[in-house]
């Protein structure tokens, strides 16, 4: 019976962990326009819930060969676009961005996905790569970086390490 306990216990840690992998892999590439499998979850977090469904979502996943950069080569929707990042607030959101303010100080602003434990940025820098974002908010006449709350999807492939970066933001 224990034997047969162990085993069950195995094979269901095994088969969730496939599954969420899955499950993630779909929910992505859905969102990404792109077909997703065969990759390794580095990270994958999520604290949305509650009553407004607020929260942060945070995933990454690190791919076996260049599949993933040729579908993205390869959209044509225009919401995948080659490094380097020409938003500002797309900058602002992954990295921060430190200017030069009229009294001659430096302010720094954002990045708003960060880890809060240390303050750093969820998203790593990337050096060639592919980024992806969709301003999800009902509120497009006000510029993003000025409304009082937020709602996006961004991604960021790093063609180098073979690392897909996924990130959601709901306030």
Not at 35 to 61: E, Y
Not at 108 to 129: A, K, M, N, R, S
Request: proline content about 5%; hydrophobic content about 35%; charged content about 25%.
């Amino acid at each position: 019976m224990i034997r047969f306990l162990a085993f069950f216990l195995v094979f269901f840690q095994l088969f969730s962990s496939c599954d969420a992998s899955g499950t993630l892999n779909r929910e992505m590439g859905s969102v990404l326009g792109l077909k997703l499998s065969g990759g390794t979850v580095l990270a994958n977090w999520d604290s949305h819930g509650g009553f407004h469904g607020d929260g942060t979502k945070f995933a990454a996943i690190q791919f076996p060969d260049d599949s993933v950069a040729d579908q993205i080569r390869n959209t044509e929707d225009g919401r995948w676009k080659a490094f380097p990042i020409q938003e500002e607030e797309v900058r602002v959101i992954l990295y921060g961005v430190t200017k030069r303010q009229p009294d001659g100080t430096d302010a720094t602003f954002g990045p708003i996905l960060y880890d809060h434990d240390t303050g750093e940025p969820l998203f790593p820098q990337v050096e060639e790569g592919y980024y992806f974002f969709w301003d999800r908010h009902s509120d497009t006449k006000t510029p993003l970086l000025e409304r009082p709350s937020y709602n996006f999807t961004v991604a960021v492939y790093d063609a180098e390490k073979k690392i897909l970066y996924y990130g959601k933001l709901d306030t």
